[in-house]
């Protein structure tokens, strides 16, 4: 959580440097259907170039990705532990997961 507030943080600092004295307007909003990893690929491209905009939905993404580390984490856990139940319920919770990613990005 602190990496992904710190960077997003360095983001919004990189951002209002080159666009601090404009004004945006939220009366438009783009709505953009594409595939998710094609946006992952946008935002890694723009995070690389140092585009503030882009560093802030990397540290935005990495908080939305805390919860599934912890999972995985999880999941290196309980086989260590060889505690093959809660090892497939893990696997259940990951296989959910990944569906509901790819069905609910894909149009």
């Not at 080159?18 to 995070?47: L, M, P, Q, W």
């Not at 990495?62 to 984490?73: D, G, K, S």
């Not at 260590?80 to 497939?88: I, N």
Request: glycine fraction near 8%.
């Amino acid at each position: 959580v602190w990496i992904s507030l710190s960077v997003a943080f360095i983001g919004g600092i990189v951002y209002l440097m080159h666009h601090g004295n404009e004004i945006e307007d939220y009366s438009v909003f783009k709505e953009n259907d594409r595939n998710i990893f094609e946006v992952i690929s946008t935002v890694y491209h723009g995070a690389i170039q140092g585009n503030g905009a882009y560093l802030i939905f990397v540290g935005i993404i990495l908080l939305f990705l805390t919860p599934v580390f912890r999972v995985l984490l999880s999941l290196f856990s309980f086989m260590l532990e060889k505690d093959y139940l809660y090892v497939t319920i893990t696997l259940i919770v990951i296989l959910i997961i990944i569906t509901s990613i790819s069905f609910g990005f894909s149009h």
